[in-house]
Each structure stands twice: as C-alpha cells, then as structure tokens.
C-alpha cells in the first residue's frame, strides 16, 4: 500500500521557521516528482515547491528563497524547511508524488501550519 505521511507542522510566530517532513511508505520518494502543496482556509490549494526525479527544485514565487525542498534517501523522505514565515503561509500543506501520466495521484494526509503575526 502507497502511503505518505506528513510532520513537522505547528505555530509558529511571523519570521521563525519550521520542517516539514513527508515519508514515503510503499514508494520510493526520492527516486520520484514530489511536490508539496497548501490549502489556506478559504482559498484553493496552491502549489509551492517540488523536486524532480533528478532532484532539481523548483518554488513558487511567494516562498522562492525563503523554503527549500530537499529529500534523504536513507529517510525516504522529502522535506520542506520554511523559514521567515509569513502569516499568509498558513494553511494545510500536503504532500505528493507525480505519476508517469503527469497528474499528482498520491497525496499525504496533509500537516498543519499556522504563523501567528
């Protein structure tokens, strides 16, 4: 059974930091496109970061040199570490592999994080 499995949220105030974690169960994460996504309430789910299968990054624009996404094989998992949080990061983040087809099939139960201004 293919699992992921979301840690590392919690509150944090407004320029601290966090590491979010995404283990793979069943599926090899770091040889896979993972990316990590958020849902803030009452917004849509935004994409933030992802790896590729080669292990090149890439950020949306609202977090680009403020997160970094990176993964350890010996973990098989991929991280997420935040830092000079906004409170407009909060939300729900979630992770996700990319299948062969292109669309995002496996996703985490997805962690919480609240920055507090």
């Known amino acids: 059974q293919v699992q992921l499995v979301e840690s590392g949220g919690g509150l944090v105030q407004a320029g601290g930091s966090l590491r979010l974690a995404c283990e793979g169960s069943g599926i090899i994460v770091s040889n896979q496109f993972v990316a990590w996504h958020r849902q803030a309430p009452g917004k849509q789910r935004e994409w933030v970061a992802s790896?590729?299968?080669?292990?090149?990054?890439n950020y949306a624009d609202s977090v680009k040199g403020r997160f970094t996404i990176s993964r350890d094989s010996a973990k098989n998992t991929v991280y997420l570490q935040m830092n000079s949080l906004k409170p407009e990061d909060t939300g729900v983040y979630y992770c996700?592999?990319?299948?062969?087809?292109?669309?995002?099939?496996?996703w985490g139960q997805g962690t919480q994080v609240t920055v507090s201004s």
């Open positions: 790896v590729t299968r080669l292990g090149s990054p």
């Open positions: 996700a592999v990319r299948s062969s087809r292109g669309t995002f099939d496996t």
